[in-house]
């Protein structure tokens, strides 16, 4: 087999690069074990294009080429395949993901594919132009380049996150200064006040200020936080429904929860940790609107 | 445009009432009984008890 090493060790690097990849974070997706044998599969197919095209290329292999590149497209269904997955489950969840995050993941899980599938090609090249070792280098260059382009960005770095104290003025909520709901019922008042945590956002720039108007991304916070601390919540008490609700005149935004773990710096930390949606990155500073 | 409803009122709950038109209303005089009629209410309706000022009480499903 005159590519056998080539091919091999492309489809080595690329099944090793969506192992890497493959993590269940705090967020539990992909589910194990059913969502990790799906991805490990395609994986595997990914691998084996990206590692099959760089050989098939030096050959002069136009038919094998064009083969590999219709499927290369197959991995664009990868993205709507999450999203029905992800949207199919919102309805049973306490506290919903949001359109805005679901699209977000889709759009990693997809490029994640694009990213073995550069990694395997990069590592065939290797090996066909120097060796298993100049592969291994390149494989292992292509596969920390890529991943330190897609890499999301925390909302850590572009807004403050503090703790801040929960009142009522009236039947009137507020986390520190900002309004968040109004609650009728005295019970849910006086549980609110002994059980109930708060946080306030601070944009850092214009461009954080826009990123927290958007109520995907606030909507992604409380998903978050609701999946790390728990919600002390269910179908019949809407009143204890983690919120989000943003202060008009300066941009920063309240976070109101009744957790089930009542640590307000833990609360603080999975927000710093939320990662900034693509969709609503903002982007006040970077374009005039005609 | 497909136009939905944000959240809608299923009924109120008031001391008098001559101060609720249109919508399904609970008369009760005692501001303890209120409450827990409200919380019955919205434990039934799965919906959010709003207080509106001057002894009125929504049931809002958002």
């Known amino acids: ?290 | 445009m497909e136009i939905t409803f944000g959240g809608i009122i299923l009924c109120a709950l008031t001391d008098d009432g001559e101060k609720i038109r249109d919508i399904p209303a609970f008369i009760v005089k005692d501001e303890a009984a209120r409450q827990e009629k409200a919380r019955l209410l919205s434990r039934i309706l799965k919906a959010a008890v709003h207080d509106v000022g001057d002894d009125v009480l929504i049931v809002v499903r958002h």
């Open chain 1, 1 to 290: 087999m005159p590519h056998g090493c080539s091919i091999g060790l492309g489809l080595a690097m690329g099944i090793m690069a969506r192992v890497l990849l493959l993590r269940s974070d705090y967020r539990q997706y992909p589910t194990y074990p059913h969502g990790y044998a799906s991805h490990l599969f395609l994986g595997i197919i990914a691998a084996l294009v990206g590692a099959v095209s760089v050989p098939a290329l030096m050959a002069q292999e136009w038919t094998a080429v064009t083969f590999f590149v219709i499927v290369a497209q197959q991995f664009r269904e990868i993205r709507s395949m999450e999203r029905d997955s992800l949207e199919a489950l919102e309805e049973t969840q306490l506290v919903a993901r949001g359109s805005d995050y679901i699209e977000s993941i889709a759009r990693v899980f997809e490029a994640r594919y694009y990213i073995v599938i550069f990694v395997a090609a990069s590592a065939s090249y290797g090996a066909e132009r120097g060796g298993a070792l100049m592969g291994i280098a390149l494989g292992v260059l292509a596969l920390i380049g890529s991943t330190l382009v897609v890499k999301t960005e925390p909302l850590a770095r572009s807004v403050e996150v503090i703790p801040a104290p929960l009142s009522f003025h009236g039947p009137d909520l507020y986390v520190g200064d900002i309004f968040i709901m109004n609650v009728g019922l005295e019970s849910s008042r006086e549980s609110i006040a002994e059980h109930g945590i708060g946080a306030i956002l601070i944009p850092k720039t214009e461009t954080a200020r826009d990123t927290l108007a958007n109520l995907g991304q606030r909507q992604a916070i409380l998903h978050d936080a609701a999946g790390i601390l728990g919600a002390k919540k269910d179908m019949d008490t809407p009143e204890f429904t983690p919120m989000a609700t943003r202060h008009i005149q300066t941009g920063r935004v309240g976070v109101f929860m009744v957790p089930e773990e009542g640590d307000v710096q833990l609360l603080v930390n999975v927000i710093k940790r939320t990662p900034v949606l693509e969709s609503a990155r903002g982007r006040s500073l970077y374009g005039q609107s005609p």
